[in-house]
């Protein structure tokens, strides 16, 4: 049965400005770029409990987005990837601080943000005019957290918003259901079958495969220094571990690190590893990985940044958290609430010592003005480790990894004007340079300019469907003729 739901991407995008900038005119607009993140993030985990994923729902992910926002440029098999790892719903940070503003001052702004919400996921819900039993329970999930949030903030009541419940058009099995993620090590059926069902609540936690992770580490695309820096960390820690089994004395070991160099450098990614490489080891308990910036730490009045640095140490006990871009909370004078987040953090990092990595990151020279601005971030941050600017033939070799993940191959005439590309745009780089970033930018815009070349044909084989060409490569205004 179709949805009355149902939207176009054009208009899926204007519901999704009326719904926010009503918001946005109470809330501040501020708060547009974490609402937009937010509401990507719901979309990824309510898309899991549809029925199919499909083209109509990577379209729908790249309406959302605010005024004056880039749009986001997301394709199905990126879509597909990032719905199999989508996590759980969280209220987003800021909706606290809305909360208790709205207990302050009388106000129901955070009401409107969940009538809001229940708007834009159920028209994110239709897209494929299908709103699934999964989906509706997902809305509701996420509209009940947030209202009792507001309850117990003591906000006053407002008028109530729609059910998802009452839009429901079918019971089809969610995404996942017919598409379960594969467990490590599970080869096929027989092992599920083979494998015995714990009760809920009695599975253990599985630490992750140091081989596996390692081999990822040296899989990574150069990044050699980096590569033997983390090497020579795991063995430190693993000696200190066997040291105090053998009851020998352990000297002290600052396990945080501070990670210096350009954007797409591979710092998040080297992050992840470390976090799971110093679980496997039992250095750490989860190693979960939990990434922010500034703007995830910081609030807007005295005395709530600490509240909210709390919470995200907190989802970073037994891991790692990196904090992205870390310059920017020294950079605002005396009176700036980074300082205050900066404060939070060296206060848990003694509090959580044995439970707690933290990573700083970001441009060498900033980030060496953050380490200088407070007496305790050069003490606890002695391990720095660098990270190069990828060169031309290091560009082309992640190009081709991406190509080879995606099922795409080169000709030969575009094999050879991928290295003189990618020399290219090394040499010509400057301070935007975005390194794997930029590389990951130009493969997508290849798959379009590849899919409107092929669309063109009357009959394109497989080969037609998986072969980049040397005019792929080229935007249409720089095409030869």
């Not at 880039?70 to 199999?84: D, F, G, N, Y």
């Not at 507001?150 to 009452?166: I, N, Y």
């Not at 599970?186 to 140091?210: I, M, N, S, V, Y």
Request: a negative charge.
């Amino acid at each position: 049965m179709p949805t009355q739901w149902k939207r176009s991407p054009e208009e899926l995008h204007k519901t999704y400005i009326a719904n926010t900038e009503a918001f946005y005119r109470t809330a501040g607009r501020g708060l547009a770029g974490q609402m937009d993140e937010f509401c990507t993030s719901c979309a990824l985990q309510m898309f899991a409990r549809s029925a199919s994923l499909t083209e109509e729902h990577a379209e729908a992910l790249n309406a959302i987005y605010s005024k004056g926002r880039e749009q986001p440029r997301w394709l199905l098999w990126a879509l597909t990837s990032a719905v199999a790892d989508s996590g759980e719903f969280l209220p987003p940070l800021f909706f606290w601080n809305l909360t208790e503003q709205d207990a302050r001052q009388g106000t129901d702004c955070s009401r409107v943000f969940v009538r809001m919400l229940t708007n834009i996921l159920l028209c994110l819900a239709a897209v494929d005019d299908d709103v699934t039993y999964a989906e509706a329970e997902y809305i509701t999930e996420c509209a009940d957290k947030l209202g009792a949030l507001c309850d117990g903030a003591g906000v006053k009541k407002g008028k109530p918003g729609l059910r998802a419940a009452d839009f429901v058009t079918s019971a089809q099995p969610s995404f996942l259901e017919k598409n379960p993620p594969r467990a490590a090590g599970q080869t096929g059926p027989a092992q599920a079958q083979g494998a015995e069902k714990k009760p809920a609540g009695e599975a253990e936690q599985q630490r992750p495969d140091l081989d596996t992770l390692m081999a990822e580490l040296d899989s990574l695309v150069g990044l050699e220094t980096v590569k033997k820096d983390v090497k020579s960390m795991m063995n430190l820690v693993k000696v200190r571990q066997l040291r105090r089994e053998a009851e020998l004395p352990v000297p002290p070991l600052s396990l945080h690190m501070v990670f210096m160099g350009n954007p797409g450098t591979g710092k998040t990614t080297v992050a992840r590893l470390i976090g799971g490489l110093y679980a496997a080891i039992g250095a750490l308990s989860k190693g979960q990985l939990v990434e922010v910036d500034r703007s995830g730490l910081v609030a807007g009045y005295v005395g709530q940044t600490a509240i909210k640095t709390q919470e995200v140490i907190a989802s970073a006990l037994g891991g790692v958290l990196f904090v992205d871009e870390a310059y920017s909370l020294s950079s605002g004078g005396e009176n700036d609430f980074g300082r205050e987040a900066i404060e939070t953090i060296l206060k848990a990092m003694e509090d959580h010592r044995d439970e707690l990595v933290v990573i700083v990151a970001g441009y060498t020279g900033p980030m060496q003005r953050f380490l200088d601005s407070n007496p305790g971030l050069e003490s606890r941050f002695n391990k720095y480790i660098f990270f190069d600017d990828y060169d031309g033939a290091e560009l082309d070799a992640i190009f081709h990894m991406q190509c080879k993940k995606n099922g795409y191959e080169l000709d030969e005439e575009a094999e050879e004007y991928a290295k003189r590309f990618f020399a290219a745009m090394y040499d010509g780089r400057d301070e935007n340079f975005g390194n794997g970033r930029d590389v990951r930018n130009q493969f997508e815009d290849m798959v379009v300019r590849q899919a409107n070349r092929v669309a063109a044909m009357d009959c394109p084989t497989r080969e037609d469907l998986v072969r980049f060409t040397k005019q792929d490569f080229l935007p249409e205004d720089e095409k030869e003729s």
